[in-house]
């Protein structure tokens, strides 16, 4: 008989074993002369010295699997049990060349509520998980409907599940659409947060409930105004400035150099959509221009190709654009 015993480090039990741990139970009903026990961030293993390697070697390839995907699903547990799976190895090792992903995960950035799968669904939207690999500061500029802000998020609920960063920072300019922030109730982030809906219903597709509710009250997930932003230096975080085609040059400025150690910087926009008074030149437009040179910095263009809402958006979309040129 042999004994192994492994650790767990740095990743969240639950979507790693699964609830209650369905997955060890798994594995178990595959190895069932094997005594697989679950301790803490432990895993100890008795069984023949055969069996047990074959576990100590399934592990490793569901650890690899998790830091990329971010969660292990019982399907995932027959796939590799069963061969049908190789190694996935995780981003950023040096070996992404001779990574070996079924077609099914390759635009999976995780598994969100409920086992939903987050995926990249789109060119740009995959060329975008890319390019947040490569880069620290990334601009998503591009039309309405084409999945930037959703990407965005899902990209930093990623980072934070992998440990990659503390915090998730989600902030907007409070820029009146036809609308009059002034008579709405509450402060300006109470006023502010309906106009923030998309970013809320994004996170409810990928962290519980419960989960959500206490990352936010901690702060760990912060959604608040771009005003709130001044004179702080944000590190260890994952930072996503939505709306950003609303912002003047001096926020924009601010927002970027609030950037500290270890953290990153995704801005959104759609320069279609500006509601900046006429004299003020929207921030993001001049960003894009001023700092497309810049080594570490990378841009993402959405067209009416990446449009995933009704078919009707992208016609109405390519109009309007139809209109700015002609005019």
Same mark, same amino acid.
């Given at each position: 008989?042999?004994?192994?015993?492994?650790? @767990? +480090?740095?990743?969240?039990?639950?979507?790693?074993?699964?609830?209650?741990?369905?997955?060890?139970?798994?594995?178990?009903?595959?190895?069932?002369?094997?005594?697989?026990?679950?301790?803490?961030?432990?895993?100890?293993i008795k069984g023949t010295s055969a069996d047990v390697a074959k576990i100590e070697e399934l592990f490793r390839k569901? @650890? +690899?699997?998790?830091?990329?995907?971010?969660?292990?699903q019982l399907s995932d547990l027959d796939s590799f049990i069963n061969g049908r799976k190789d190694t996935v190895h995780p981003p950023g090792n040096g070996n992404e060349h001779s990574s070996q992903v079924s077609p099914e995960f390759s635009d999976l950035i995780f598994y969100g509520t409920r086992g939903i799968p987050i995926r990249a669904k789109t060119p740009n939207q995959k060329i975008l998980v890319t390019v947040c690999q490569e880069s620290d500061i990334i601009f998503a500029v591009g039309s309405a409907g084409t999945g930037k802000t959703y990407t965005a998020v899902a990209l930093a609920v990623k980072a934070l599940k992998n440990k990659e960063v503390k915090k998730i920072i989600i902030t907007r300019p409070a820029v009146e659409a036809g609308e009059n922030l002034g008579f709405l109730p509450g402060d300006l982030k109470e006023k502010i947060d309906p106009y923030l809906r998309p970013v809320y219903d994004a996170l409810d597709d990928m962290i519980d409930p419960e989960k959500l509710k206490q990352y936010i009250d901690t702060r760990i997930i912060e959604i608040a105004p771009l005003a709130y932003m001044r004179g702080r230096t944000l590190n260890n975080a994952y930072c996503i400035l939505d709306e950003a085609q609303n912002a003047t040059d001096a926020q924009i400025k601010m927002f970027l150099t609030r950037m500290g150690v270890n953290s990153k910087m995704l801005i959104t926009g759609d320069t279609t959509q500006i509601d900046l008074p006429s004299y003020q030149r929207s921030g993001l437009v001049h960003a894009v221009e001023l700092l497309r040179n810049i080594n570490g910095i990378g841009f993402v263009f959405f067209n009416n190709d990446d449009v995933l809402r009704h078919r009707l958006v992208k016609e109405i979309v390519t109009a309007y654009e139809n209109q700015r040129k002609g005019s």
């Open positions: 008989m042999s004994e192994l015993t492994i650790t @767990l +480090e740095t990743i969240s039990l639950v979507d790693f074993l699964g609830v209650e741990n369905q997955n060890i139970k798994k594995i178990s009903s595959y190895f069932p002369e094997t005594k697989i026990i679950s301790r803490g961030n432990e895993i100890i569901l @650890l +690899e699997h998790y830091h990329k995907f971010g969660a292990v």
